[in-house]
Nanobody, 116 residues
Framework: VQLVESGGGSVQAGGSLRLSCAAS?????MGWFRQAPEKGREVAIF??????RYASSVKGRFSISKDNAKNTLYLQMTSLKPEDTAMYYC???????????????WGQGTQVTVSS
């Protein structure tokens, strides 16, 4: 399965962006991660049973969704802050173990830069 992210860019604080992650085949669970210097953590996840989960730092500002017909995961980001600046990666897997997706596939990333 190949994952291709898009939608990153530069925006001012308070702005919005929508990231997309197109999968070449159906997957059961997907998530967005971000990596900035000395960081690297889960932002939001989506499981095919409808489970979603958000990092506390983005809860209420970001929304994850999936178009199953297109095998595409989205991350709608609003009220962006400079600390949201990072490379955002999409990941996907075919199984959930103990409520955690077993990620087997990773995209190349898309850069999000938020200026103050």
């Amino acid at each position: 399965v190949q994952l291709v992210e898009s939608g990153g860019g530069s925006v001012q604080a308070g702005g919005s962006l929508r990231l997309s992650c197109a999968a070449s085949d159906s997957v059961y669970c997907m998530g967005w991660f971000r990596q900035a210097p000395e960081k690297g953590r889960e932002v939001a996840i989506f499981h095919s049973d409808g489970t979603t989960r958000y990092a506390s730092s983005v809860k209420g500002r970001f929304s994850i969704s999936k178009d199953n017909a297109k095998n595409t995961l989205y991350l709608q980001m609003t009220s962006l802050k400079p600390e949201d600046t990072a490379m955002y990666y999409c990941a996907a897997g075919q199984a959930v173990v103990f409520d955690r997706c077993r990620y087997n596939y990773w995209g190349q990333g898309t850069q999000v830069t938020v200026s103050s």
